[in-house]
């Protein structure tokens, strides 16, 4: 699996933000920097940007070499950090490997190579949105996958998704 480096231009109607999967929220406090998470396929432009994110249907196709993406959409608080330390921590059914086009992403796995860690430091952005694309290839185990992404500390609702052929 591959991280996509990619600008989150993520595309609005009016002003709603187009998504097909909102993820449930996690107890959200007071001091939540994150209002709400989206999961889904990644729609990239020419320029490897995210337009949209799309499709209800939470399987992925190692064929197509489909690209699923995660957004955040952080709160208007006036305290956020001018960084963000993102953690994704991916729970694969088999052994399998991560490779991140980001050159400061800190990558690591178990024994078993079943789960891995990907460590990285994002700039804020006026959008207040964050995020990440991961491209699928044939050597990704296909079945269940579990992504848990925590955010300056803050902790999201698990995702479960599934790789097919």
Known sequence: M?????????????????????????VIQDTAIVN????????????DELVD???DDLSFSREK???????????DQDNLEATAKIIEQFTLPAKGA????????????SKDG?????????QMTDSRQLGTCW????????????????????KQPEIKFNVVK
Do not use: H
């Open 2 to 26: 591959k991280r996509v480096l990619l600008s989150l231009l993520i595309l609005s109607v009016g002003s709603t933000v187009v998504y097909a999967k909102r993820m449930p929220p996690a």
């Open 36 to 47: 709400e998470l989206y999961f889904g396929k990644g729609v990239l432009n020419n320029e």
């Open 53 to 55: 994110i799309n499709g």
């Open 65 to 75: 070499k489909e690209i699923y993406c995660w957004v955040a959409e952080l709160t």
């Open 98 to 109: 991560f490779a991140s086009n980001n050159p400061d992403a800190k990558i690591s796995a």
């Open 114 to 122: 079943k789960i891995w860690t990907i460590n990285t430091t994002e």
């Open 135 to 154: 491209s699928l290839d044939e050597n990704d185990p296909i079945g269940q996958y579990l992504l848990n992404i925590e955010i300056n500390g803050e």
